[in-house]
């Protein structure tokens, strides 16, 4: 009689967890290359649209860095990708895509000839110490320029910007970077990770950056790719990395960054015409596959 209690009891159990696990993907076990604690946001993109409660799309008012693109709020810059479309995200990928839209008029009065997306998590989610990451994928692309990166709550660069990913074109690396007060702009904190052949950034990665009292540690599938330290930091200014930081997901096109690797300024400031044929035929895309915040244990 007791082994067939604890028989029905193991069996309950094991039903229980394995229902658990189905309806609440964030609490599953971490994969390779994913961080280990207790998950405080997740998004993996399962629904027909992008959940709104999660995430602001942003449209433009600021202009920065000569970047080509005017943000808006359509599905076609912002949608959701299924099956063969979403290139091995098995819930589905959100998919940030920019678009050829010559004379396009923003609300203040300025004119662009692309547009693109951009979201935020501002006011529905932030945080100050842990794990924050997304598997991407990209499109390469010389002057294209997508991110995965954070800001404060506050005016920049004094609450500080951790960029997690920027991707400028060149297939072969994408790099991290801080900015502060003292080291914003040209900022002396930025490296590179240079991927192995057939495993460029046009293939799935995770990037992400672990945030501490003391340091910012950026990671890239799973590996340490770059840190930096509060004294390194306080050597040119102070230290931003205290306060709260919501997620930011882009695609930036042209623009100070690019042009200062590519030097194109014809026929776009930093964008080619192989990269406008390549927006104007909708393959320019940045993948995500899903987005994760994991408290440090």
Not at 27 to 44: E, H, R, Y
Not at 47 to 75: C, P, S
Not at 118 to 123: A, V
Request: proline residues 4%.
């Amino acid at each position: 009689m007791k082994y067939r209690n604890y028989t029905y009891s193991f069996i309950v159990t094991l039903f229980a967890g394995v229902v658990i696990l189905a309806v609440c993907p964030a609490l599953k076990v971490a994969t390779p290359g994913q961080a280990k604690g207790t998950v405080i946001f997740f998004d993996d993109f399962q629904g027909k649209t992008l959940d709104r409660e999660k995430w602001n799309v942003e449209v433009t008012g600021m202009h920065v860095n000569n970047e080509l693109q005017a943000y808006i709020d359509t599905a076609s810059t912002l949608f959701i990708a299924r099956g063969k479309d979403a290139e091995g995200a098995g819930n589905g990928a959100l998919i940030l895509r920019p678009q050829f839209s010559p004379d396009f008029k923003t609300k203040d009065g300025q004119q662009f000839n692309f547009t693109s997306a951009r979201i935020n998590t501002r006011g529905k989610f932030d945080f100050k110490y842990g794990t924050a990451e997304a598997r991407i994928k990209l499109t390469a692309g010389e002057g294209l320029w997508p991110a995965w990166w954070m800001l404060g709550n506050g005016n920049w660069p004094e609450t500080g910007e951790v960029d997690i990913m920027e991707y400028i074109g060149e297939k072969d690396w994408a790099s991290a970077a801080v900015h502060g007060p003292g080291y914003s702009g040209e900022t002396p904190f930025v490296n590179r990770q240079y991927f192995d052949a057939g495993n460029d950034v046009t293939q799935w990665h995770i990037y992400a950056v672990e945030c501490t009292s003391e340091s910012l540690n950026f990671k890239y599938d799973g590996k340490l790719m770059f840190r930096i330290n509060r004294k390194m930091v306080t050597h040119y200014g102070n230290w931003s990395f205290d306060n709260e930081k919501f997620l930011i997901l882009n695609y930036a096109l042209g623009g100070a960054y690019p042009v200062k690797l590519n030097g194109v300024k014809t026929p776009y400031y930093g964008m080619p015409v192989s990269t406008v044929e390549l927006v104007k035929n909708n393959k320019a895309r940045m993948l995500v596959d899903w987005v994760r915040v994991t408290k440090n244990e």
